[in-house]
């Protein structure tokens, strides 16, 4: 999805990780990220958003819940993390990052949620009166008032398998009625998923049908009494789309991909974030006339097309990958044609590593003169030596 892009506009990322492999000091199956152009992805991406006055919550599940990272966001600038799940929010509590937002796109269980009071989130994402009674409960033994985010749907909204959740709009109005009863939580916040998008036909970040539905509960909120604070505008977070999140109202951003110039906006446009991460395997063996390599990082909404093929002497040439059915372990990855055995196969697709059986590794001083600092990590935040 990203190779041409990477190999246009990030080549040194692309020949590191070549020589990191030819060196035997990664294994196949390993994201390499470049921490540099992460860096500046993300100063960026930071300015602009300070320009428009929009707050940015990093989410880096997809870059495998890396805690040295999240260090590097903290330390920028960047208000904290937003948490896709309660796995990932024990990564960061233990690594002391800022939490802002947990419990989107998944609700925080009942044995974690006092534990996150005590710790101190902005926000819990919330869409049941259950949970919320929960989370009043948890705060009122701790004496603190626990600022809510409300996840709202409506009949005809998008909405992803897997991830069907959120406060029906018809049933949104006494749901706030119920809350409003409970003393340690206060409604400060809305949000949808996704709120925008890229639009491949127009080449632009489009707001979604859902954004109708927030503004609906927000005016139901005015109408009891309810001013919220925030507006929380997520998905395709970048430099280019927060003057959108901007005009739409939103005062939230969630950038993700955008960290690492990989959103679909950035596969067909020279946006203003270039691509940080590749995926590097080497070729298993050939079978009926395809080679394999050794896979692990396979993510199936994953836009994988082809990758870069290296061969011994450094000459290389780009092949269509045969990826395997979404019913199977991707024990191998195909490609069209055969190739040398040892062979470095270099990639650029969407990524979700914390999915991933894969090696993380972060690489320092690819664009400098300065040796070459390697961190490894496991997908789900874990440190190896």
């Known amino acids: 999805m990203f190779l041409n892009k990477v190999i246009d506009r990030n080549k040194q990322l692309v020949d590191c990780a070549v020589q990191l492999s030819k060196d035997f000091k990664i294994r196949p199956d390993t994201f390499v990220v470049d921490v540099d152009q992460f860096k500046e992805n993300s100063k960026i ?38 948490v896709v799940d309660y796995k990932e929010a024990e990564v960061l509590m233990q690594h002391n990052i800022p939490i802002c937002n947990v419990g989107h796109l998944v609700q925080t269980p009942n044995y974690l949620i006092e534990d996150l009071i005590v710790y101190g989130v902005d926000y819990f994402t919330v869409f049941s009166i259950e949970k919320i009674r929960k989370i009043n409960m948890y705060a009122k033994k701790h004496n603190v008032v626990q600022k809510l985010m409300l996840r709202v749907i409506d009949d005809s909204d998008l909405i992803y398998s897997g991830q069907k959740e959120g406060i029906l709009l018809k049933d949104f109005e006494e749901l706030v009625k119920q809350v409003k009863e409970l003393e340690n939580v206060q409604i400060d916040c809305l949000t949808v998923f996704p709120a925008i998008l890229f639009d491949s036909e127009k080449q632009a970040f489009v707001e979604t049908e859902n954004l109708n539905t927030m503004k609906k509960a927000e005016l139901i909120l005015n109408n009891l009494g309810i001013k919220i604070s925030e507006l929380n505008v997520p998905s395709a977070t970048c430099t280019s789309s927060i003057p959108l999140i901007k005009q739409l109202g939103g005062t939230i951003g969630e950038p993700g991909h955008g960290l690492t110039g990989t959103t679909p906006g950035h596969a067909v446009l020279d946006l203003e974030e270039k691509t940080a991460v590749v995926y590097v395997s080497e070729v298993s063996h050939n079978f009926k006339n395809h080679a394999y390599f050794f896979g692990g990082g396979f993510y199936r909404r994953g836009h994988w097309k082809n990758a870069y093929v290296v061969k011994a002497k450094g000459e290389a040439v780009i092949d269509e990958v045969i990826l395997p059915d979404l019913d199977s372990i991707d024990y191998y990855i195909g490609l069209q044609n055969n190739h040398e055995i040892g062979d470095i196969v270099i990639s650029a697709f969407r990524f979700q590593m914390f999915t991933s059986r894969s090696d993380i590794v972060l690489v320092e001083g690819i664009h400098s003169e300065q040796p070459l600092t390697i961190y490894r990590y496991g997908p789900l935040g874990e440190r190896h030596e």
């Open 45 to 82: 991406m930071l300015d602009e958003a300070k320009a428009n006055d929009v707050k940015l919550y990093f989410m880096l599940k997809q870059l495998g819940r890396n805690p040295y990272l999240a260090r590097i966001l903290t330390d920028m600038g960047y208000s904290g993390a937003v």
